[in-house]
């Protein structure tokens, strides 16, 4: 399949823009993906960069998560949004993408500041500071409006939470 | 100890005592924890309820905190008695809603209460006299040390503790200060001050009961935001604001003395009257009533009145209090007799 925008390179990304309630398939080449996503980030504006940080990574790759069920208690995305309630601890890293822009939206920040359980397994320590160093840096490149390096910063984000994800 | 106990016994928070206790009536902070894997509550089977009961039965023994703490499971007691853990702020409406492996646990003074599968496996409460935000923290933040010791808690790096509402994720952390503001809603204040605290995002509310309209001009002030800040931080956050607050009040009441002295006396002193001479009374112009009595103590106009004599009854007018105090189920007429009883042994009526 080639790509709907430039029509020339092979599209690896394919996504689904939803506008005014019409659907839209894209399929993008990796180049022009990358320049769209700097486009929507900018028509979300500045504030909802952050928060739609890993939506937009949900888009791209929409394809594969068509269900969004927790795979320990079985509740699903649309259960939570229905009843307000989470089924169990890994409902958090299952519904990753979407409970990071929403706790943003409530709270507003998504970075745990406060205490740990004592007997909490250490080893994400120093990975948490560069998470967080990261996310700081992110910040502060959405301020300057520097996007070219905020892009760059999410990816980074991104592995990194994909990391502690698969951590025991 | 057991739940007829409480009974003939006043809660450290009502002694009605600790720093700004004229203002302040008590400080609460409560933690939500839950149990890693654990289906939270609203998803679990009852064996996994009864499991969640076992393991905290289990981690708290030994535990000095908990020494003279009773444990009381929801499906064994009687409506009467439910309402009237509520009554005492020990634990919420939605506790005593179905009882299946539910259960609360009680200290000795009261000081410490930990709701078992309301919302969340456990919900920690301190609450304590005064305004006391840092002394009920380094409590509770030990105790919830020495439980993170042999409970899996469910957490996560960056998010925090994790909690059936995303609206408590992060520290879990609720910090609330329960205030006696007549001053500020007599001189028609109130609704300004409280205004100004939703714009901080703090939330008030009245003294019986979450959604209930404030009566006897006493409000809770809480933290909304739970995530994004130490607990250290957000607890330093409600105490300026409430140390405002207390200030406002303080020079509301200042400015009545002054300026309307007689008029004051004369509602104060009207409803000791009332108080200790009604043989029939409601719960809500009891409430009233008390309200104004605390205010003669707090500004030394009312000197013979005990202060923890008056918190107390502010709880125990309340209906299942009344009925547990009898020993037995009174109709809403019994009660309002029943009630000024009360009253008129407590404040030596007539
Ligand atoms: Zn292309
Ligand atoms: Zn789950």
């Keep these: ?168 | 100890m057991n739940i007829n106990d409480l009974i003939n016994h006043t809660a450290e928070w009502l002694r009605g005592a600790g720093p700004n206790s004229n203002i302040v009536m008590s400080t609460r902070i409560r933690l939500a924890r839950n149990l890693a894997k654990v289906p939270f509550p609203n998803r679990a089977e009852k064996k996994d309820l009864l499991n969640v009961v076992d393991e905290l039965n289990k981690a708290i023994a030994g535990n000095d905190y908990f020494k003279d703490s009773v444990l009381l499971k929801m499906n064994e007691l009687d409506s009467i008695d439910k309402q009237f853990l509520v009554e005492r702020h020990l634990m919420s409406h939605e506790h005593a809603v179905s009882g299946d492996g539910k259960a609360l646990i009680v200290s000795g003074e009261e000081v410490l209460s930990v709701m078992v599968n309301e919302e969340d496996h456990l919900r920690i409460q301190v609450m304590q006299s005064g305004l006391t935000l840092n002394e009920s923290w380094a409590i509770i933040n030990m105790l919830d040390d020495s439980l993170s010791k042999k409970l899996q808690y469910a957490y996560m790096g960056n998010w925090g503790y994790l909690t059936a509402c995303p609206t408590n994720t992060g520290t879990a952390m609720r910090g609330s200060v329960m205030l006696h503001l007549p001053a500020l809603v007599m001189t028609k204040q109130i609704n300004k001050v409280l205004a100004a605290i939703a714009k901080l995002s703090f939330a008030s509310r009245g003294f019986y009961g979450e959604g209930t309209q404030a009566r006897g001009n006493i409000y809770q002030i809480s933290n909304q935001v739970s995530l994004g800040h130490s607990e250290e931080d957000i607890l330093q956050n409600i105490g300026g604001l409430i140390r405002q607050v207390i200030e406002q009040e303080e020079q509301a009441r200042q400015a009545l003395f002054m300026q309307n002295r007689s008029m004051l006396e004369d509602k104060i002193f009207r409803s000791l009257g009332v108080l200790k001479s009604a043989h029939i009374i409601s719960s809500q112009e009891t409430i009233e009533l008390l309200s104004m009595v605390r205010l003669g103590v707090d500004l030394g106009i009312l000197n013979q009145v005990d202060r923890s004599h008056i918190n107390e009854l502010f709880i125990t007018i309340q209906p299942a209090h009344l009925q547990k105090i009898e020993g037995k189920k009174l109709t809403p007429a019994q009660r309002d007799t029943r009630r000024a009883a009360l009253i008129r042994e407590k404040l030596g009526g007539v």
């Design chain 1, 1 to 168: 399949m080639q790509c709907n925008i430039c029509t020339k390179k092979k599209a690896t990304v394919h996504l689904t823009e939803i506008i005014d309630g019409q659907v839209t398939e894209l399929h993008l080449c990796e180049e022009c993906a990358r320049e769209k996503s700097v486009q929507m980030e900018q028509q979300f504006g500045l504030a909802d960069l952050l928060a739609g940080l890993a939506d937009f990574g949900k888009q791209v790759k929409d394809v594969d998560k068509v269900k969004l069920d927790c795979p320990h208690c079985g509740v699903s995305y649309d259960d939570f949004k229905k009843f307000g309630r989470l089924g169990c601890s890994e409902c958090y890293p299952a519904f990753r993408d979407h409970l990071s822009s929403l706790l943003k939206k409530i709270h507003g920040s998504n970075l745990h500041l406060g205490k740990a359980p004592l007997e909490f397994p250490k080893p994400v320590g120093p990975q948490i500071e560069t998470l967080r160093d990261l996310k700081a840096q992110l910040q502060e490149a959405v301020q300057k409006e520097d996007f070219e390096k905020a892009a760059e910063l999410r990816d980074k984000i991104r592995l990194a939470e994909k990391k502690e994800e698969n951590q025991p």
